[in-house]
């Protein structure tokens, strides 16, 4: 009996380590893609970049409404900044049928965020991290440490790192 206590609890400890290095993966944008298929790099650009329904937060927390006459909002955009309004309790009915909540960050700027902020987000599929300034993976893993280590956090919910380039 002993012995069989012993196996579970390693195999226990086994499967709580692999399920935190699931959790704490994050890929950049290049890496996510790089084995999709031409439709299939078309459809997450579309979803991530596009035209889609979007509930774009201002730098002032003003929710601007964009292509809502497509259906239903499929992305919030927002900085880090403006984080809290993914609590807004008034935009809980629009943020159900989110799956992508894109994050404007800036190298060196810090900001609390865990998984409160997704709570009414029942569909969300990507949390996707946009910076111009070469933040690394480890950069934002730091940022994101809160959130990395919840045990809340759905294997369904993948970071995804786009280091966009601004300069000409």
Known sequence: MKRLTQLILVMILCFTIKAKAQITKIETYTEHVKD?????????????FGTVPKIFISETG????????KGSFKTVELNYQQIEQLKNTELLK???TVE????????????????????GFPNLKYLLIN??????????????ADLLSSS???DQIQ?????TNTSS
């Open 36 to 48: 999709f298929s031409s439709t299939q790099k078309d459809e997450i650009n579309m979803l991530f």
């Open 62 to 69: 003003k929710e601007i409404l964009l292509w809502a006459d």
């Open 94 to 96: 629009s943020y159900k």
């Open 100 to 119: 992508v909540i894109s994050l404007n960050i800036e190298k060196g700027k810090a900001f609390k965020f865990d998984d409160s902020y997704l709570a």
């Open 131 to 144: 910076s111009s300034d070469g933040i690394s993976v480890e950069e934002v893993k730091q940022l994101l």
């Open 152 to 154: 809340a956090l759905s």
């Open 159 to 163: 970071v995804i790192l786009n280091k």
